[in-house]
């Protein structure tokens, strides 16, 4: 009897070996021996996936060259392929999975894991009815997580479904993709416009929402306005106050007749301190950390990207120091609260700040089982790092670490407790307010104390009472309206998460219900990773901003709202896991997205034709394409920057090339310069010869030939 364990990748199955008491490690295998496991048990894996869907020329030749009389590309029954370099790996799998006589599915726990461990099963052919299919389920990689996670395992067709829901998503973006992409490039060379314009199913809509953004940006015009407020003196000290309640006005005539209604002026007058009200506020510690809650404060804070924080927290999860990153909760069971409990002593020397951590009995605002549904919050694991093990992490490890750990134990902290007080100060018939903050306890904030910048300086007060006459200076200065702010790759994955509903607030994302996001949690970081790699979005000090390209492919897709609406995505998204539930079928779902690329195919040629808005943009894009093509212009010739070489275009003769490298040295603006007007440059540092070694050099033309100038 066979039992055969498929891991998602090497480093996972490493994990699992670790946790056991015996193995043997054979080619793309081990063998394992362990009480807790039956005899004859090999743990075998994949690399991701070792399955993917097959491009649209493996039905048929003809797709191999893009043309609109070849859509839409509707395969009756869709293929997969082992990619070459897989196909070793794959082999063994597959001779392990057919002589097993139980299955257990120990690929990564969520819909993406179920994907890549029942592709394989399926694809190597094997008759899954005839075996025993298992499912690990696991929200770490510790030794004592992996053992509980095998002595607990789950009925493998239970997870199916999620299988299903995650083909099906799969499946449909293929479906988008392939029909989309060559629909819009072919459309737009046929109007002048060069390169491959790429279409997703989430791609899109998260493109077209900082496009949005940028052209409200763009379009912004400022509106001055006029405030009235008044700097108090009481007591030998000043305060500021605005209006109460408060207004703006449009203009200074419009100020002028409230004034005079509520008989103030400009400048120094008498007042009274009408009313003096003083409240004790609490305030709690934040929510624990799902992944896109994370990656977001941790791009405000370091300005990391979303997929660079994934990897950091993947590789956290993989050195058994954090749980489970692909997670979209905020919650922890009782389970998991106790954990934390036991080893709250351990955990706090890692935080230089000694804190009382008093609150050890769970609550609601973060323990709620009912609320965890796949996994968890973010949270430490039982394994504790020493200060040695965490100096060895990356730096942006050493930060995601740091901050899931003090927000974990904040849970634990007293509330921020500070005295509120609010000033009303009575000046003719007109009412000012000032509100200002005591720390009366810093409880949890202790924990941030080196993180100023998320903490907002509010005003402390001086000490007034009811009835006290005070002197006030009215001010009515002139201020402009802002525009919005950019997109960051935290606020955008939030947008994302939201579905456009850009609230930045923790608490009113809690009230959203019900809300689906566009992508998943696993996704929305690489969707932005596909959208930066194709030239779409740039990223300039932290913001986001869509390039000429991704502006033309906007204008493109924005006539079609089902592409651009991330309201219709979340529709979608929420589709897809009515899957997962059994409430709807892989083939309703995919007819209703076979649909809309008919429809897409069908409409978009006449949208594109008679867009005014497109042609417009196309020439503004092919002029920014050549002003950014010129590297440099001398008297003596233009050079123009392509991907991988320059061309050398000069004033008379013939045009030639230079290369962008030389013996390993890139050649920059200095060099080239020197070589197109001089015909050599002055001595460089840092060629490289065949064998390693490091020379110094100058590099002379002879013609158009280049080469190296050892006088």
């Known amino acids: 009897m066979t039992t055969v364990i498929l891991a998602e990748k090497p480093s996972q199955a490493r994990s699992y070996v670790e946790a056991f008491q015996r193995s043997t490690k054979k080619q793309g295998y081990y063998i394992i021996n362990d009480s807790l ?34 859509l839409p590309i509707f395969p009756a029954h869709y293929q997969f392929i082992v990619p070459t370099d897989k196909k070793a790996q794959f082999k063994i799998v597959k001779e392990w999975l057919s002589k097993a006589d139980t299955i257990v599915v120990a690929t990564d726990s969520d819909r993406e894991g179920e994907n890549i461990a029942w592709s ?28 509980s996670g095998f002595k607990a395992l789950k009925d493998g067709w239970a997870f199916y479904p999620k299988y299903q829901e995650a083909q099906t998503r799969q499946i449909s973006d293929w479906l988008i993709g392939m029909n989309g992409s060559p629909l819009y490039t072919l459309l737009l060379r046929q109007n002048g416009v060069r390169g491959v314009y790429s279409i997703g199913r989430v791609q899109t809509p998260t493109l077209y929402m900082v496009y ?6 763009k379009n912004f015009k400022p509106e001055p306005y006029f405030e009235l407020n008044a700097e108090i003196l009481a007591n030998q000290q000043k305060f500021n106050a605005k209006l109460d309640p408060y207004q703006r006005f449009k203009d200074k005539s419009g100020l002028i007749v409230f004034m005079q209604g509520k008989n103030v002026e400009k400048g120094l007058q008498s007042g009274l301190i009408k009313d003096v009200q003083k409240q004790a506020k609490k305030s709690a510690s934040p929510r624990l950390f799902s992944l896109s809650a994370l990656q977001t404060m941790i791009n405000r804070r370091y300005h990391a ?13 993989e050195a058994k120091y954090l749980s489970y990153p692909r ?80 927000t974990t134990l904040a849970m634990f902290a007293d509330p921020y407790e500070y005295e509120e007080t609010t000033i009303i100060t009575q000046v003719g018939d007109a009412n000012f307010k000032a509100t200002g ?46 525009p919005p702010v950019p997109f960051t790759e935290g606020t955008l994955i939030t947008a994302m998460k939201t579905a456009g509903k850009t609230l930045d607030d923790e608490e009113a994302q809690a009230i ?56 219709m995505t979340a529709k979608w998204e929420q589709a897809l896991q009515q899957i997962s539930t059994e409430e709807r079928t892989p083939d309703n779902f995919l007819n209703q997205i076979k649909k809309f690329v008919a429809k897409l195919i069908a409409d978009v040629p006449t949208q594109l034709t008679g867009s005014a808005a497109i042609k417009q943009q196309i020439n503004h894009q092919q002029q920014a394409q050549k002003a950014a093509e010129v590297f440099l212009e001398t008297p003596q010739a233009t050079v123009l920057n392509k991907q991988k070489f320059y061309i050398v275009k000069p004033k008379q003769g013939e045009s030639f090339t230079l290369p962008k490298k030389w013996s390993s040295k890139t050649l920059g603006k200095t060099a ?23 020379f110094d050099a100058k590099l002379k033309l002879d013609g158009h030939k280049l080469s190296f100038d050892f006088d």
């Open 37 to 70: 496991l039956p005899p004859d048990t090999v743990i075998t894996f994949g690399f991701g996936h070792l399955v993917e869907l097959a491009a649209p020329e493996a039905y048929d030749a003809k797709y191999k060259h893009w043309s609109l009389s070849n």
């Open 672 to 694: 080239i310069k020197a070589l197109v007007t001089k015909g050599k440059t002055s001595k460089l540092k840092g060629f490289k010869s065949k064998k390693g070694k490091s």
């Open 305 to 317: 990207s979303a997929a660079d924080v994934l990897k950091a927290v993947q590789a956290l999860y």
């Open 327 to 406: 997670t979209d909760s905020q919650y922890i069971t009782d389970q998991e609260f106790t954990y934390l409990r036991q080893n709250l002593a351990r955990y706090q020397k890692l935080v230089s700040k000694e804190i009382a951590l008093p609150q050890i009995e769970p609550q609601s605002r973060y323990v709620n089982g009912k609320k965890v549904q796949e996994h968890h919050a973010i949270i430490m694991t039982k394994t504790v790092p020493s200060q040695e093990q965490l100096a060895k992490l990356s730096k942006l490890e050493q930060q995601v670490y740091d901050l899931v750990l003090r």
């Open 437 to 482: 903050k005591v720390p009366t306890k810093q409880g949890w904030q202790a924990l941030f104390d080196d993180h100023k910048a998320d903490q907002q300086e509010v005003a402390t007060l001086p000490l007034v009472h009811q009835g006290d006459q005070v002197q006030a200076n009215l001010q009515t200065p002139q201020k402009e309206t802002t």
């Open 120 to 147: 394989i099963m399926n694809q190597a052919k094997i008759n899954l009815k005839q075996k025993t299919i298992k499912r690990l389920w696991i929200n770490s990689l510790e030794k004592d997580a992996i053992r």
């Open 512 to 567: 959203l219900k019900d809300v689906q996001g566009i992508g998943t949690s696993a996704t929305r970081a690489n969707v932005l990773e596909v959208l930066k790699k194709r030239g779409y979005l740039v990223t300039e000090k932290n913001k986001l901003h869509v390039s000429e390209a991704g502006i033309t492919l906007c204008k493109a897709v924005e006539l079609e709202p089902l592409l651009t609406s991330p309201e």
């Open 212 to 217: 949005q953004r940028d052209q409200a940006i």
